[in-house]
């Protein structure tokens, strides 16, 4: 009959096998797992999907225009590479693997005004996030075609009514405990 002594080889080598007691994320959890973006009329919001919460920093250079976001201490997940956008606000996303972690690369087709934000995951967003949404800068006809149909609607003197039909895309609007989703009822 074999006995269990706590100094014995066995016992070493089950501690080894267990691993860390710590609660550091395993290497592969910290990963860029995902990059997304979508065009808004107001904005283009492009979304880094983590595999943790990670720590980051964003600069901005010139020459040419780009937002440059830092992910110390992780890595870019298999099939995460460069992403063509071309929506007149961004003109494409880069990556580049560092020793020092992971970089995105925002090019922008002009310099623009930018926020970045963390979000934690959730019911509908599993993972943790990181989100830069990038402005739209209206050329001066852009702008001259906007200002004129509001005065145009403006001095009419019609009355306009607006009819929100619901919630849309990614936005799940008002949910009740009782009858569930918004805008599955609308």
Same mark, same amino acid.
């Given at each position: 009959?074999?006995?269990?002594?706590?100094?014995?080889?066995?016992?070493?080598?089950?501690?080894?096998?267990?691993?860390?007691?710590c609660a550091e994320p395993a290497p592969s959890?910290? =990963?860029?797992?995902?990059?997304?973006?979508?065009?808004?009329?107001?904005?283009?919001?492009?979304?880094?999907?983590?595999?943790v919460e990670a720590p980051y920093r964003v600069?901005?250079?010139?020459?040419?225009?780009?937002?440059?976001?830092?992910?110390?201490?992780?890595?870019?997940?298999?099939g995460v590479g460069a992403v063509e956008v071309?929506?007149?606000? +961004?003109?494409?996303?880069?990556?580049?693997?560092?020793?020092?972690?992971? =970089?995105?690369?925002?090019?922008?087709?002009?310099?623009?005004?930018?926020?970045?934000?963390?979000? =934690?995951?959730?019911?509908?967003?599993?993972?943790?996030?990181?989100?830069?949404?990038?402005?739209?800068?209206?050329?001066?006809?852009?702008?001259?075609?906007?200002?004129?149909?509001?005065?145009?609607?403006?001095?009419?003197?019609?009355?306009? +009514?607006?009819?929100?039909?619901?919630?849309?895309?990614?936005?799940?609007?008002?949910?009740?405990?009782?009858?569930?989703?918004?805008?599955?009822?609308?």
């Amino acid at each position: 009959m074999f006995r269990f002594r706590p100094g014995s080889i066995l016992a070493a080598a089950l501690v080894l096998a267990a691993g860390p007691l710590c609660a550091e994320p395993a290497p592969s959890s910290k =990963q860029v797992k995902r990059i997304r973006f979508w065009t808004a009329p107001e904005k283009t919001r492009v979304v880094l999907d983590m595999g943790v919460e990670a720590p980051y920093r964003v600069s901005e250079r010139s020459d040419p225009e780009r937002i440059v976001i830092d992910v110390p201490g992780f890595r870019l997940a298999s099939g995460v590479g460069a992403v063509e956008v071309g929506d007149g606000v +961004v003109s494409r996303i880069r990556v580049n693997a560092l020793s020092s972690g992971a =970089q995105v690369v925002i090019d922008l087709s002009a310099a623009a005004k930018y926020r970045h934000f963390a979000l =934690q995951p959730n019911k509908i967003h599993p993972r943790h996030r990181v989100v830069i949404d990038v402005d739209r800068v209206l050329s001066t006809a852009e702008r001259r075609t906007r200002d004129d149909r509001a005065r145009r609607v403006a001095e009419s003197g019609d009355i306009i +009514v607006i009819i929100d039909p619901g919630h849309g895309g990614s936005k799940p609007g008002a949910v009740s405990r009782y009858i569930g989703a918004e805008k599955k009822f609308t």
